[in-house]
């Protein structure tokens, strides 16, 4: 699930956060980096799971509607559809996925409140009282729970719910949410459907802990590669997160031979532009591109397959 880019960030507030708490370790650094990855993997189990049982709220008003002593009309008609269709039913009754949802404790972090309150403010809109009257399809059950899972993770409450349950909500949130539309365009869903968005550990290993490992252990031979093309620049006045984010790129491009040339700059730009000064952006493509010409020039940039230099 967790994208290159995502690491890159992982591993660069890592990296800062060495630089700030002398009292951390690099083993300490790297357990809060796993710790990181776990807990984008529980964003997305609690989003899947708050969604299922929003839906899943609809039965309960239905059993409150059928025990009305004198019920209307509508309440003789309601159906508790958006709970009862094959989609949100593969997901609840997935032993697999309860358990683990309970193993990892995300039912705990979930409150009961705010299912009821997002399933009955969702129950106002217009594209709710539709479905309900549409022909059944499992086209139409995607289309309500993508409408439902948009209109509360757009909200201001919700996000402040997140920032303040996972830390990671800010940095992995875009992911999460194309993660969560994704599973809901593949449903109904079969056991073990989660682990395609479990973070892989070619991602978060094989590049996220060696690209760590060697930025923090080779900082002082990173440092003197990139001090020459800072030019009018003293290294002393460099921002932390630039240069860390430029020690970043130079490991990359030396060590990373499948990673494209053209992808680490535009990554490490790109990074700058949510997590560094307004000029940083500027000084990291500046500096990136004097590096590049210079490495290819001595030799230390190979890469692996047609086009990844260039």
């Given at each position: 699930?967790?994208?290159?880019?995502?690491?890159?960030?992982?591993?660069?507030?890592?990296?800062?956060?060495?630089?700030?708490?002398?009292?951390?370790?690099?083993?300490?650094?790297?357990?809060?980096?796993?710790?990181?990855?776990?807990?984008?993997?529980?964003?997305?189990?609690?989003?899947?799971?708050?969604?299922?049982?929003?839906?899943?709220?609809?039965?309960?008003?239905?059993?409150?509607?059928?025990?009305?002593?004198?019920?209307?009309?509508?309440?003789?008609?309601?159906?508790?559809?958006?709970?009862?269709?094959d989609l949100v039913r593969s997901v609840l009754k997935s032993d697999d996925f309860r358990r683990l949802t309970r193993m990892r404790h995300i039912?705990?972090?979930?409150?009961?409140?705010?299912?009821?309150?997002?399933?009955?403010?969702?129950?106002?809109?217009?594209?709710?009282?539709?479905?309900?009257?549409?022909?059944?399809?499992?086209?139409?059950?995607?289309?309500?729970?993508?409408?439902?899972?948009?209109?509360?993770?757009?909200?201001?409450?919700?996000?402040?719910?997140?920032?303040?349950?996972?830390?990671?909500?800010?940095?992995?949130?875009?992911?999460?949410?194309?993660?969560?539309?994704?599973?809901?365009?593949?449903?109904?869903?079969?056991?073990?459907?989660?682990?395609?968005?479990?973070?892989?550990?070619?991602?978060?290993?094989?590049?996220?802990?060696?690209?760590?490992?060697?930025?923090?252990?080779?900082?002082?031979?990173?440092?003197?590669?990139?001090?020459?093309?800072?030019?009018?620049?003293?290294?002393?006045?460099?921002?932390?997160?630039?240069?860390?984010?430029?020690?970043?790129?130079?490991?990359e491009l030396t060590h990373f031979t499948s990673i494209p040339t053209k992808v680490t700059l535009n990554e490490f730009v790109e990074i700058s532009?949510?997590?560094?000064?307004?000029?940083?952006?500027?000084?990291?493509?500046?500096?990136?591109?004097?590096?590049?010409?210079?490495?290819?020039?001595?030799?230390?940039?190979?890469?692996?397959?047609?086009?990844?230099?260039?």
């Amino acid at each position: 699930m967790l994208s290159r880019r995502n690491v890159r960030v992982k591993v660069m507030q890592g990296l800062y956060t060495l630089t700030r708490d002398e009292g951390l370790s690099y083993a300490d650094a790297i357990k809060r980096y796993r710790q990181s990855v776990d807990a984008a993997f529980d964003l997305y189990l609690y989003n899947l799971l708050l969604l299922m049982q929003i839906a899943d709220y609809a039965r309960t008003v239905a059993e409150k509607k059928a025990a009305k002593l004198v019920p209307t009309a509508e309440d003789k008609a309601f159906r508790a559809k958006i709970a009862e269709n094959d989609l949100v039913r593969s997901v609840l009754k997935s032993d697999d996925f309860r358990r683990l949802t309970r193993m990892r404790h995300i039912d705990n972090r979930i409150d009961k409140d705010q299912v009821r309150r997002y399933y009955m403010e969702f129950a106002k809109t217009d594209d709710y009282k539709e479905y309900l009257l549409a022909p059944d399809s499992n086209q139409a059950d995607k289309e309500i729970l993508l409408k439902l899972y948009r209109f509360w993770v757009s909200e201001e409450s919700f996000n402040e719910l997140m920032e303040e349950q996972f830390a990671v909500w800010l940095d992995d949130k875009s992911i999460v949410v194309g993660s969560i539309k994704k599973t809901l365009k593949t449903m109904p869903v079969d056991d073990g459907f989660y682990e395609a968005y479990r973070p892989s550990k070619e991602t978060v290993t094989d590049f996220g802990e060696v690209l760590f490992h060697k930025v923090y252990f080779e900082s002082k031979e990173l440092l003197e590669i990139i001090e020459p093309t800072l030019k009018n620049w003293d290294v002393d006045r460099v921002a932390i997160i630039d240069m860390i984010s430029l020690k970043m790129a130079v490991c990359e491009l030396t060590h990373f031979t499948s990673i494209p040339t053209k992808v680490t700059l535009n990554e490490f730009v790109e990074i700058s532009k949510l997590y560094s000064t307004d000029k940083s952006k500027d000084f990291i493509n500046g500096v990136l591109d004097r590096l590049m010409k210079e490495l290819q020039k001595t030799g230390k940039i190979a890469k692996e397959g047609r086009g990844l230099i260039d």
